[in-house]
């Protein structure tokens, strides 16, 4: 979730807040139903000792998303879309980045860490079922359907050795499987927040021709 607050001298620019909403989500690579703009207009501002049109733009999101090489870009790209859309020049804008950690922002009643933690219990429990499946095939695999009388052990002894290969490979697999799902727990949290919270990546054109 972005949240955005615009705080301006100018007059009512209520048009402006659906063009400046789905600006910040195509910053932040957001759908629009991910971002919150409050706009307080005809505010008394004295901008560098002048009472002439200016504004003060505080962006919050997750620490994650307000990091300093982001925030060099951002700063320019928001800045040049405000001009556009207020024709307040830049030298006449103060921006600043807040970042929020994910425990102190919520909505719909659960923190971003909850969410995250759900998401996360999600696909532990998804991994656990695959684990069992691939553990269940391997003893079906090894659990021979009939015992061979003892003149079939000495005259086929290859066919024993495939059928141990076989469930030795299962058993294989599914540890493969067991130590490949460990191994992905360090990068899991961040897959996490990239698939609740982003959607595609979005290039760094002209501000104005997105809105």
């Known amino acids: 979730m972005i949240y955005a607050e615009l705080k301006t001298n100018i007059e009512n620019q209520q048009h402006f807040l659906t063009t400046l909403s789905n600006h910040l989500a195509a910053r932040y690579n957001r759908h629009p139903s991910s971002t919150v703009v409050s706009l307080h207009h005809s505010q008394g501002l004295l901008f560098g000792g002048s009472p002439g049109p200016a ?15 982001t925030n060099k870009r951002n700063a320019a790209v928001l800045q040049k879309h405000l001009e556009v859309m207020l024709g307040v020049p830049s030298a006449r804008g ?32 998804k991994e656990v079922q695959d684990r069992r499946r691939l553990k269940s ?11 061979p ?19 030795s490979n299962a058993r294989i697999q599914a540890g493969d499987a067991e130590t490949e799902g460990n191994g992905r727990g360090v990068r899991k949290k961040k897959s996490i927040i990239h698939t609740l919270f982003r959607t595609s990546r979005v290039d760094d054109g002209d501000p104005g021709s997105q809105g």
């Open 55 to 69: 504004y003060v733009l505080a962006v919050m999101a997750l620490a994650c998303e307000v990091q300093p090489a």
């Open 94 to 125: 103060m921006v600043y980045f807040v970042p929020v950690a994910e425990e102190w922002l919520a909505w719909g009643g659960v923190t971003v860490t909850g969410r995250i933690a759900e998401a996360v219990a999600g696909v532990e429990g």
């Open 137 to 147: 095939l391997s003893l079906r695999r090894s659990t021979p359907a009939e015992v």
């Open 149 to 167: 009388s003892p003149s079939s052990q000495s005259t086929s002894p290859s066919k024993n050795q495939k059928g141990a290969s076989e469930s």
